[in-house]
């Protein structure tokens, strides 16, 4: 009897020809992911205006903004590690919309009191129709709006363009306790309808939030709105 030896059958072509081509595939799959990675990380995130300004940010020396139409003064330059800002300053924590009844958070409590006395006795009111006003941002620290408005300037690109949203630490109504922003938006809705029959007015037209006292409202109705703050003749002292 004769035995042989049994040897593998050579791989096949065809074989070869696929394992190359899956990976030539996979090499070019991954320098493709790597670029996408690349480029994601090369653009910068776009600077939100909110009450994350709490904490302490460092911030690299931005260009001096140009003068704005309606502004008195040039933004400050934000220069090396800046200041953290809080409760103290009238920050509300992102998320966080306070009751027009708080005693204790500067935000509300250091509201000009005719104001606060007459939004205390709206939000009364809207709360028999089950709208709750809430304070989203009232009483400011000058370092906190300045700081709102260099984060406005880094957003808008211009100190013109961000004076359309944001005052000056000077001219803010926020500053002096005048000026309240409410929300949430059944609220707005409340007392965009009867906010005059308490003295609360809009008082510009990109801003549905913002509300200030104006008493003559009471029996004359509120005054026509600004489009914005740089119409405002108080925005330009």
């Given at each position: ?104 958070t500067p935000a509300v409590n250091r509201l000009a009191p005719d104001l606060l006395a007459a939004l205390r006795r709206a939000a009364t009111d809207a709360g028999a129709d089950g709208i709750r006003i809430r304070v989203n941002s009232g009483w400011r620290s000058p370092a906190y709006q300045t700081r709102l408005l ?88």
């Amino acid at each position: 009897m004769e035995y042989r030896t049994s040897r593998p059958a050579p791989p096949h072509p065809a074989g070869r020809v696929t394992l190359v081509g899956l990976a030539i595939l996979g090499v070019v799959v991954a320098a493709f992911l790597m670029r996408r990675s690349l480029v994601a990380a090369s653009v910068p995130p776009r600077p939100s205006i909110t009450a994350s300004t709490a904490s302490t940010a460092s911030a690299s020396t931005a260009p001096s903004p140009s003068k704005a139409t309606g502004a008195s003064a040039e933004v400050p330059r934000q220069t090396g590690r800046q200041t953290a800002l809080g409760e103290a300053d009238g920050v509300v924590p992102d998320g966080v919309a306070l009751s027009v009844f708080d005693e204790d958070t500067p935000a509300v409590n250091r509201l000009a009191p005719d104001l606060l006395a007459a939004l205390r006795r709206a939000a009364t009111d809207a709360g028999a129709d089950g709208i709750r006003i809430r304070v989203n941002s009232g009483w400011r620290s000058p370092a906190y709006q300045t700081r709102l408005l260099q984060e406005a300037v880094a957003e808008y690109g211009s100190q013109k363009e961000a004076a359309r949203w944001v005052a000056t630490a000077t001219t803010s109504a926020h500053v002096s306790g005048d000026a309240v922003d409410v929300g949430p938006f059944d609220a707005v809705a409340w007392l965009s309808e009867h906010g005059a029959a308490y003295g609360l007015c809009q008082i510009y037209g990109n801003e549905s939030w913002h509300y200030e006292l104006r008493p003559d409202a009471v029996g004359d109705g509120c005054p026509p709105m600004y489009a914005n703050p740089t119409e405002d003749p108080r925005m330009r002292q």
